[in-house]
């Protein structure tokens, strides 16, 4: 009979382990989809992983596309896995993320056509506090009325893809888009544009505030009291209170930062690749990005590589639909089994696997 | 970006210099909104591409991408099917207009045709039918058909096309009924079924026992069967499935034709940067057979109207026709000129809803 041990405490081999170890089998279940599918699996994982790294074809364009999708990604991870290690759970970045996009683009189509330099560090600003704003809707219920933020946070999700929708329509549509639904395109705009910083690299700001972002969670998680702070009441809430850590601080704390950086990509995102406010202008990167905090260990340097690869699966799957034929729901599919195997094999590193006879009665 | 252009075109130019030499089939793309199986807009355009592989054979390759998201999503779907040697590629819906021209740019031995758009360009295309052609057939089965003087319309965006179709269908159904009231419901999406679900019992809720639908997918007309007594029409495909009833007619759209006249007009290097709007005359937009749920005089007049329409003896919009706001759009035996029906922006005289903006 098997049976399920609790370890002491998780095991740093398996910890490390079992992304690695999630991808494999998420290749082979992949595999064998794709097979049953009529397709060559070996090639469909080949197309996937392979393809848009070195194919001499697709890579010029794809390897910088890697970092366009990835760059949102990591960015909304990194503030994402500050809550989520002190037990914080804002499940509604997607929504962060619209309204980052939303208040960032109405600054830069509020001075239209004015040409100035400080219009897109206002709308980074914008973006920031947006973002920031609507998370703290989430922390100031919790904080004052013991609300489930990770209900109300999801929630607000919806609310904010209507707010979308409505600006879209209304506010911010583009007076010379012929009755079209979406704001003007701001790739358009030189002043509120975030256009590729060096050309044929992929890197816009949004790419170099991923990284900033990265660096400054590791030294914040290592370095820093509210790094220690965060830690300790994911591990031992009871501790962390007797060590001088004040839940209510933290929450908002947490909700404010993971909002503000979802707000950013947004900004990022909409003044960038998406160039424009339209109604289906979010793409669930909010979402993904959850995936990407687990699946990188909430550790920064982990979310670099993990949003990486989850943007690799984006990239490579669009190559493999329209090379292979494979459907885009299986693929899909495949990334979604990304985070089953993930948080499947996670029993590793917080159990052990026991193998007992029966006791005879 | 001067850089990647220079890239792009040497790998194009590589891409396609040698697949001249070899005499390799000519590639064709497709960029689709929907799924393949949406049973609508999308399945019809898949089926053009099948009808191009069937045509041609061993002579053409093509690929496609579903789902494609009007966007960011769209531009990057786009380069790598012409970075993987793509000859011709369609794009098939209007919010891949931008994109495609900033594709095109980067791309000019490439050919692109975007499907219901007005940018071109050396080597972007455009193509559209005329589908309020079938809108005026529709309206006209709908006005007669209806007992509580009530249609409901589920719209998908307010841009010119869509509130062409509306016009269409009111004025006719008006015409045989002047009693007749639209209801019309905004579901900002082309392919949505559960939020079309959710329009279609609205409206019916509201007393519409006739839906007419702008939307892709079957879900309006398995709510008009779930409900009973409502009838309903198949939008860009037959929708065969829910004849006799609820689905009594139907618009097809057929791109089989087209997409076989442009892939011949690429191997014979005779492509050239066109704008085409072609309607039920030269087959681009098809009715789909009236089921006997209409009574016979109703779907002969119906049958009557396709033929004027498709011989150009009678045009979908012959005035007297006022605008909403009361002010003469068209004079007695005035037709609309392409022009003014390309951006049309308004409601004509009787529709009492306003046009979201």
Known sequence: ???????????????????????????????????????????????????????????????????????????????????????????????????????????GLAFYPTEAIYIFPLMVLAGAIGGTLWAMIPAVLKI???????????????????????????????????????????????????????????????????FIAVIAAYVLLNKHLLGYQIKLTGQAPRAARFAGVRPNVLIALCLGISGGLAGLAGLFEVSGPAGQISIDFNSFYGFT????????????????????????????????????????????????????????????????????????A | MNLMKTLFGAITAAAIGGAAMAEDPVKVGFIYVGPIGDGGWTYEHNKGRLAVEEHFGDKVETVFQESVPEGADAERAMTQMALSGADLIFTTSFGYMDPTINVAANFPDVKFEHATGYKRADNVSTYSARFYEGRAIQGHIAGKMTESNKIGYIASFPIPEVIRGINSAYIHAKKVNPDVEFNIVWAYTWFDPAKEADAANALIEQGADVILQHTDSTAPLAAAQAKGGVIGFGQASDMAEYAPFPRVSSIIDDWAPYYIARVQAVMDGTWESTDTWDGIGPGMVAIGEITDAVPAEVAEEAMAMKAALADGSYHAFTGPINKQDGSVWLAEGETADDGTLAGMDFYVEGLTAEIPN
């Open chain 1, 1 to 107: 009979m098997i049976t399920l041990e609790r370890r002491p405490e998780p095991s740093r081999m398996w910890q490390a382990m079992t992304p690695i170890l999630a991808v494999v089998l998420t290749m082979i279940a992949g595999g064998l989809l794709f097979a049953v599918l009529g397709k060559d699996p070996f090639e469909a994982i080949r197309t996937i992983f392979w393809d848009p790294l070195f194919n001499p074809q697709f890579a010029s364009y794809s390897r910088p596309q890697l970092l366009v999708k990835a760059a949102p990604l990591i960015l909304i991870a990194i503030g994402l896995s500050l809550g989520f290690r002190a037990g914080i759970w804002n499940i509604g970045a997607e929504g962060q993320y619209i309204v980052g996009a939303i208040c960032g683009a109405a600054v």
């Open chain 1, 289 to 360: 990005a959850i995936i990407v905090a687990f699946l990188g260990r909430l550790h920064p340097i982990g979310i670099l590589l993990a949003g990486l690869l989850m943007a690799l699966t984006y990239i490579g799957g669009e190559l493999a639909q329209f090379m292979l034929g494979i459907p885009s729901a299986a693929i899909q599919a495949f990334q979604g089994m990304l985070l089953f195997f993930l948080l499947g094999v996670d029993v590793l590193s917080n159990f052990r696997i026991r193998i007992k006879r029966k006791q005879v």
């Open chain 1, 144 to 210: 004052r009325f013991g609300t489930n933020e990770i209900l109300v946070s999801l929630m607000l999700v919806y609310v904010a893809e209507q707010l979308l929708a409505s600006m879209a329509l209304g506010a911010l549509r583009n007076p010379d888009g012929g009755g079209f639904p979406g704001s003007r395109n701001l790739q358009q705009y030189p002043s509120a544009a975030n256009p590729e910083l060096i050309a044929g690299t992929g890197a816009h700001w949004g790419v170099v505030a991923a």
